[in-house]
């Protein structure tokens, strides 16, 4: 792999034009596209096969015409008089029918659409229910409590709602134009001293948020680059690259909304990973394009070379993030399925751009490069078997990653235990982890879906807005009055559930036989004690079944949120097995090795778990107070370990071949822990500098489910660069010694060699060529400068290894023409 991707390399900075211009044509082509052909993205949370989604089949086969829960379009507008006063008051209830009267003016209405005062509704709602049921023999105090149940005004008579449905096929057919109706009639009405907010399905937004997240992170990691590289121009190479590859990708995410259903938040994972991803790969192969080019004065030579060594580290740690990713399908949720492929797809073009259009853009720069010095820049100029000839090169050898891998050598145990602990303490949070999907309920409070959510449950109950619909197929029960007493029955046995506040037929079918119960609970949807009721109905479903001789089947939006909760809480242990299985054959094959892949996934477990918890602290528990208390979105959990998985292996990659490359050419097992670390930790410490930074930004989101994503992979890409990577690793090695490297024969035959370490470029050096040059190959391994911060020997005179007298690898003149 790594000759091929050294060829790779030398012909696209070669043909520099026809790389670059084959980009902006996917670029331009795909933005064209996806233009043409998008559609609304939706936020359709199932999973064929749920017994929600049975219910449901159930549903529509008795009542034909019945839409899905997540098909119908509705909107509810609550409104509210000031403290101390009612709706029926005068002065407010004509208020309140100006404002029923601007939003009857809204477009796209359903024909059957009735827009009342719900002072007026709740009276001539109460007549009828009460009046019905007593004249079917039903008592009055049932009658009373079923209409107190539905009334659209609260008991104190202070919050009312207007609720209706929009005639279209699905909430996203609804138009931004009525949608900017509505708000405009609640904000009229809101001049006059009521309150007024809005929810519900057909007023949802599906408009992707701004980028003020990516700026934010991108603005860091131009900081950390500028550190890293000491030149603007290179600083900006890895930013631009990784632009184009989230570009390409979030257009094509929009773009697939043609074929597939896709969610609102699917782009902004895609941008987020895609752009953490994209700007580290191109910096890797960038600090090793500037590291071989103090070996060689032949630039092409030089990006081949980086290509070949950092390029297949590159490939190997992006299809780990792509396999992680498309594993998401196995779970079988549609949705989670469009994000992981989706997400996979745009870190697959951040790893083509990083090994195609970087060399590409390095063949236009040339010389410029590495222009735009802003600071001086040092290397590491060659082994640790050389001698030091001088107090610079003892300083530049001696970088923060040395001192670091030598401190953790010397006291191994105590760092070791050190960051178990850390990491141990902050997983046991994980076992109180709540999942939920998200609501209005637990919307930002900054919009007005939230506070119409508020005011709901404080004037009705939050049961309120979490309604279980139980469906009755009475077909079997006998005649017509038989499958009326059995609807009847199976009515009093929902309401005698535990948190059921109220139960009532609100349907029956033409025939009499088929029946929709709506039970009210006492809890609101993400609270377990609803969670609780669910299980009960259907842990007594079967006996209510035969006792009534009906099928009953629970669904509802809430019961479909449910269902699909308890899927994915179930998925995580195996999708986890699943990772980690996979992870331990990868490194295997990597490192040649039983006990560093081992070492490398319960790192990796330990730095997911602690990742977990710590989110379980902040954002279901609200410990610190940085964000209100609420259950953990479902789809994060499983999301995080996908991706972490992927970024850990990045790290362990481009870590640990570094200690691996100078152990195999005959440096000790601890002192190849420390050369590992004087060549590879200050760029790993950038990159994960870099990831943090950007997860970190996207916290600033005003969407739950992104902030907790953004919150979380921030974290574990902290803990396990630098708490698992840089600390319980090295220890673990200095403690393991030789034993790290220990692989029976019969398992090195069977692997396969991926040859990460770029080892046959070595290998394959034509026979008279320079030692610094070859035909497709490259100097001793041992012998590389440092992949941290470098720069170009054209622009930094000082950073020759032969000045101040120190010996050094010698190079060859620089071919004319290149500067």
């Known amino acids: 792999m790594a000759t091929r991707l050294y060829r790779l390399g030398r012909l696209a900075y070669r043909r520099w034009p026809v790389f670059i211009a084959a980009w902006l044509i996917a670029l331009v082509g795909i933005a064209g596209l996806s233009a043409a052909i998008s559609k609304p993205m939706q936020d359709e949370f199932s999973i064929p096969g749920i017994p929600s989604e049975q219910a449901q089949t159930l549903q529509q086969e008795l009542f034909p015409g019945a839409k899905s829960a997540y098909d119908g379009a509705g909107a509810t507008v609550v409104v509210a008089a000031p403290e101390g006063h009612t709706l029926a008051e005068p002065e407010y209830s004509a ?8 939003l009857r003016d809204t ?31 039903q008592p009055r105090d049932v009658a009373e409590a079923n209409a107190a149940a539905l009334s659209p005004l609260s008991p104190d008579e202070r919050v009312g709602t207007i609720t209706w449905n929009f005639a279209v096929d699905k909430p996203t057919d609804v138009q931004k134009a009525t949608q900017d109706d509505v708000n405009a009639a609640i904000a009229d009405a809101r001049e006059t001293g009521l309150t007024v907010e809005v929810n519900g399905s057909g007023m949802q937004s599906f408009e992707l948020p701004g980028g003020s997240s990516e700026l934010i992170g991108i603005a860091v990691a131009a900081l950390v680059l500028v550190l890293t590289f000491g030149s603007l121009v290179a600083a900006g190479l890895p930013i631009v690259t ?20 896709v969610g609102s938040t699917t782009p902004i994972l895609a941008t987020m990973l895609g752009l953490a991803v994209g700007i580290d790969y191109a910096l890797f192969i960038l600090s090793r394009y500037r590291a071989e080019l103090q070996r060689t004065g032949d630039r092409e030579e030089a990006v081949g070379l980086a290509v070949g060594r950092a390029g297949s580290a590159v490939v190997f740690a992006g299809l780990t993030v792509v396999i992680a990713l498309a594993a998401l399908s196995v779970v079988g949720i549609p949705l989670l399925t469009s994000m992981g492929i989706a997400a996979a797809a745009t870190v697959l073009v951040a790893v083509l751009i990083a090994l195609t259009l970087l060399p590409a853009v390095l063949g236009l720069l040339k010389s410029k490069a590495f222009a735009g010095r802003v600071r001086a820049d040092r290397i590491v100029a060659g082994g640790s078997d050389e001698p030091v000839t001088s107090r610079r090169q003892l300083h530049d050898r001696e970088n923060g990653g040395v001192r670091w891998a030598q401190r953790v050598g010397r006291h191994p145990i105590v760092f070791g235990l050190l960051g178990v602990v850390l990491l141990g303490s902050l997983t046991i949070p994980v076992k109180d982890l709540h999942l939920a999907l998200p609501t209005d309920s637990t919307a930002s409070t900054e919009t007005s879906a939230r506070r119409a959510a508020d005011l709901l449950d404080g004037a009705f109950g939050p049961g309120r807005s979490a309604p279980i619909l139980l469906v009755v197929d009475a077909r079997e029960a006998g005649d017509k009055a038989a499958a009326g007493k059995a609807i009847g029955e199976v009515t009093a046995w929902a309401a005698r559930q ?47 079944e035969r006792a009534t001789g009906t099928t009953l089947g629970v669904t509802g939006l809430t019961a479909i949120q449910t269902d699909v909760s308890e899927r994915l809480s179930g998925a995580l242990v195996p999708y986890l097995a699943i990772v980690v299985g996979l992870a331990f054959v990868l490194l295997m094959m990597v490192f040649r090795s039983v006990l560093v892949p081992l070492t490398a996934t319960i790192g990796f477990l330990l730095s997911v778990l602690a990742t977990l918890g710590l989110t379980v602290l902040v954002f279901q528990e609200g410990t610190f107070g940085l964000f209100e208390a609420a259950p953990i979105m479902s789809f994060m959990p499983i999301l995080v370990i996908g991706i972490v998985f992927g970024l850990a292996m990045d790290y362990q990659v481009f870590l640990v071949t570094r200690m691996r490359e100078a152990y195999v050419h005959g440096t000790s097992a601890t002192q190849s822990v420390v050369e590992g670390f004087r060549f590879s930790a200050r760029v790993v410490t950038a990159a994960a500098a870099i990831m943090i930074s950007v997860f970190a930004a996207f916290v600033l989101q005003d969407q739950a489910l992104i902030q907790s994503i953004g919150f979380a992979l921030a974290a574990a890409v902290l803990f396990d660069a630098f708490v698992v990577r840089m600390t319980l690793i090295p220890a673990v090695m200095n403690l393991l010694g030789d034993k790290a ?10 692997l396969p060699n991926v040859d990460v370490e770029g080892e046959s470029l070595t290998r394959h050096r034509t026979p008279g060529t320079p030692e610094g040059t070859t035909d497709g190959t490259a100097a001793d ?10 720069s170009d020997p054209d622009s930094n005179p000082d950073s020759d290894p032969e000045a101040d007298g120190v010996g050094g690898p010698a190079r060859e003149p620089e071919p004319a023409g290149i500067r």
């Open 107 to 137: 477009p796209q209405l359903s024909q059957g659409a009735q827009l009342v005062n719900p002072v007026t509704a709740a009276a001539a709602q109460r007549k009828q229910v009460v009046d019905g049921a007593v004249a079917a023999g």
């Open 741 to 750: 490297w220990w692989l029976p024969g019969w398992l090195d035959r069977l």
């Open 242 to 261: 990784a632009l184009v590859g989230v570009g390409i990708g979030a257009l094509g995410v929009t773009g697939a909304t043609a074929f597939v259903n």
């Open 498 to 544: 535990g948190d059921v506040r109220n139960a009532q037929v609100i349907a029956l079918n033409e025939a009499g036989d088929g029946a929709q119960v709506l039970i009210t609970p006492k809890s609101g949807g993400d609270d377990v004690a609803t969670e609780n009721l669910l299980a009960d109905l259907r842990d007594g479903q079967a006996e209510q």
């Open 95 to 102: 208020k309140v029918d100006a404002l029923v009267a601007d």
């Open 781 to 790: 391994p041992d012998t590389d400068p440092d992949t941290d911060p470098d």
